[in-house]
């Protein structure tokens, strides 16, 4: 197969300030920074990314696209995800063992259950 994965892009009102937060929320590190598009990934040579570009309408509809991410305590996770400013979301999904939460844009993802060990 010739394709590899690069990045997920993700359209921003402030890209720089969004990048940051998923940075932090992610624990990446910034491989490229510009007005026009703010590039984070897991390690700097390790795909794929997140990149984010600006876009001038806001975030209007549930994204057709989102993030699923696996902690080792989904607990501790979800409440340190809603300190750094992410927010729970209702989008229909009803009770789950996966928490919905949107970042400070407003994109969804979910923090499943931690697997069992």
């Known amino acids: 197969m010739t394709l590899v994965w690069e990045q997920v892009v993700v359209d921003a009102a402030e890209p720089v300030a969004l ?3 998923w940075a932090e929320a ?3 590190v910034v ?3 510009a007005p026009d598009e703010f590039e984070i ?3 700097p040579e390790r795909l794929p990314g997140l990149l984010f570009v600006p876009v001038p309408e806001r975030k209007t ?10 902690p080792d305590d989904q607990e501790a996770e979800v409440i340190r995800l809603l300190a750094l400013g992410a927010r729970t979301v209702d989008i229909g999904q009803g009770e789950q063992s996966w928490v919905v939460l949107a970042d400070p844009e407003g994109n969804e993802f979910c923090v499943l259950r931690s697997r069992s060990r």
């Open 19 to 21: 990048g940051r937060w």
């Open 26 to 28: 992610l624990g990446w």
């Open 41 to 43: 990934r897991p390690e």
């Open 61 to 70: 509809i549930k994204n057709r696209l989102h993030l699923d991410f696996r």
């Open 31 to 33: 491989v490229g920074e």
